[in-house]
């Protein structure tokens, strides 16, 4: 137990690749299921996260809950998880969901290769999209009392992917956000995926909407500031009054008008 109890805290980690050959969109759905029964019952949860069980219990504990109900390679993954030692309980749900999404992408470039995972980047930000220019989308998306169900079918009418990964995140997106909006959750998917295909995405808003020569000149100017070719994502917001917003990762680069105004305002102490 001592040994057990002095194991040290680290980022869980999964090797994808080690599983990416035989993966499913089948497979990623069977971890959300996975992860819908850790988030659901704490005593569970608890179990697979505590830190005075030994790491090959916590895998074992997996193995003997969810063998034969569930694809091998769905429950090694969670085993694997599992047998590292979590900060959060939240963390090993969190862990899951980015490995069901990573599954995902690795599904569709068995499929299509890399144009197949740039396709999934795109309609996951397309859904968005659609998401973010109508409040009412928004509203029935994140009202309490309709069902997870519901959500779904709504998304279905509403979407345009022809992908069965997409359609899958999508449609996890709006249902099980796990207290997330779904827009950003749909965000954080494609920029998961967007990682596997060890590209980022620079999130651009505008006081107003730029012409297509515009967006062009900004991508070739960013992709040459990271050094990378980004993916982007154009949103309007007239808040900013003028100039621009970019956000790629954790990175902001306020060029905005308001930015500068409330520089000013603290400068002058108003």
Do not use: C
Request: proline share 3%; charged share 30%.
């Amino acid at each position: 137990m001592a040994e057990a109890s002095n194991e040290p805290y680290r980022p869980l980690t999964v090797d994808v690749d080690r599983w990416a050959h035989g993966a499913s969109a089948e497979i990623s759905s069977q971890l959300f299921e996975i992860l819908d029964i850790v988030d659901g019952n704490g005593t569970l949860r608890r179990a697979l996260t505590d830190p005075s069980r030994s790491a090959e219990d916590r895998a074992r504990l997996v193995h003997t809950l969810l063998d034969g109900k569930a694809h091998e390679v769905a429950v090694d993954i969670v085993a694997n998880l599992a047998s590292q030692r979590s900060a959060t309980e939240r963390q090993l749900g969190d862990r899951i969901e980015r490995t069901a999404v990573l599954l995902a992408a690795a599904a569709a470039e068995n499929r299509g290769g890399v144009e197949a995972l740039e396709s999934l980047v795109d309609e996951l930000l397309g859904f968005k999209s659609m998401l973010d220019r109508s409040a009412d989308v928004q509203w029935a998306f994140s009202d309490p009392r309709a069902s997870a169900q519901a959500k779904v079918t709504l998304a279905r009418r509403l979407m345009t992917a022809q992908s069965e990964e997409a359609r899958l995140l999508v449609e996890r997106a709006v249902s099980e956000p796990r207290g997330a909006l779904p827009g950003r959750l749909l965000e954080q998917f494609a920029q998961w995926v967007a990682d596997r295909q060890q590209r980022g995405i620079a999130r651009v808003q505008t006081a107003r909407p730029l012409r297509e020569d515009q967006v062009a000149k900004l991508r070739d100017g960013l992709n040459r500031l990271y050094g990378r070719d980004l993916k982007l994502t154009t949103e309007t917001n007239p808040a900013l009054v003028g100039g621009l917003r970019v956000r790629v990762g954790e990175e902001i680069i306020d060029g905005s008008v308001t930015h500068r105004l409330d520089q000013l305002q603290q400068r002058i102490g108003a």
